[in-house]
T-cell receptor
């Protein structure tokens, strides 16, 4: 399978714990995006990378959130000191950016439940 | 500031009939508009797009219409099939900015 891969698919944690999600994009894609989706909402942009450079971060991305893409391949999204409001589906997407047409390839998401 | 609005949370259509999903936007700088489809427990998948300089784009059973003066676009699915039952997201993009999504419309196609 050469699509976008995310793991873990599900994570249940207690409030205050740290969690980390991993995303493996389509191999030739140079752009990688993180979105968050809560019930009844569309995906909300968090951050994106072009190769290893983090080019933009949403104001939704509080100081407790950090994302990395160290070698321009896979990416990790870490949430420190989780809160119940962090419960959501975290979606990763990738694209080959030659012109910004918006066509992204999404993974199946990592669902976070904070108790 | 909701740049992309889908005001109908849900829509039910009989199999074989036309499904029309609507979307309004506020950002006149959008270069492209896209529709994504999402099944439960899966990520969104790209369905069809339209450039802001066009007013119609067709791909098989799916057609997207853009009315720039009204800042409105719509997705037509004809004929609708039970496998089309999913949540449909409208999205817009401008320049180098990330994709902005609406809240989605859940389409149910009844056999």
């Amino acid at each position: 399978d050469t699509g976008v891969s995310q793991n873990p698919r599900h994570k249940i944690t207690k409030r205050g714990q740290n969690v980390t999600f991993r995303c493996d994009p389509i191999s030739e894609h140079n752009r990688l995006y993180w979105y968050r989706q809560t019930l009844g909402q569309g995906p909300e942009f968090l951050t994106y990378f072009q190769n290893e450079a983090q080019l933009e971060k949403s104001r939704l991305l509080s100081d407790r959130f950090s994302a990395e893409r160290p070698k321009g391949s896979f990416s990790t999204l870490e949430i420190q000191r989780t809160e119940q409001g962090d419960s959501a589906m975290y979606l990763c997407a990738s694209s080959l950016w030659d012109r910004n047409t918006g066509e992204l390839f999404f993974g199946e998401g990592s669902r976070l439940t904070v108790l | 500031d909701q740049q992309v609005k889908q005001n109908s949370p849900s829509l039910s259509v009989q199999e074989g009939r036309i499904s029309i999903l609507n979307c309004d936007y506020t950002n006149s700088m959008f270069d492209y508009f896209l529709w994504y489809k999402k099944y439960p427990a899966e990520g969104p998948t790209f369905l069809i797009s339209i450039s802001s300089i066009k007013d119609k784009n067709e791909d098989g059973r799916f057609t997207v219409f853009l009315n720039k003066s009204a800042k409105h676009l719509s997705l037509h699915i004809v004929p609708s099939q039970p496998g089309d039952s999913a949540v449909y997201f409208c999205a817009g993009i401008s320049g180098n900015t990330p994709l902005v999504f609406g809240k989605g419309t859940r389409l149910s196609v009844i056999a």
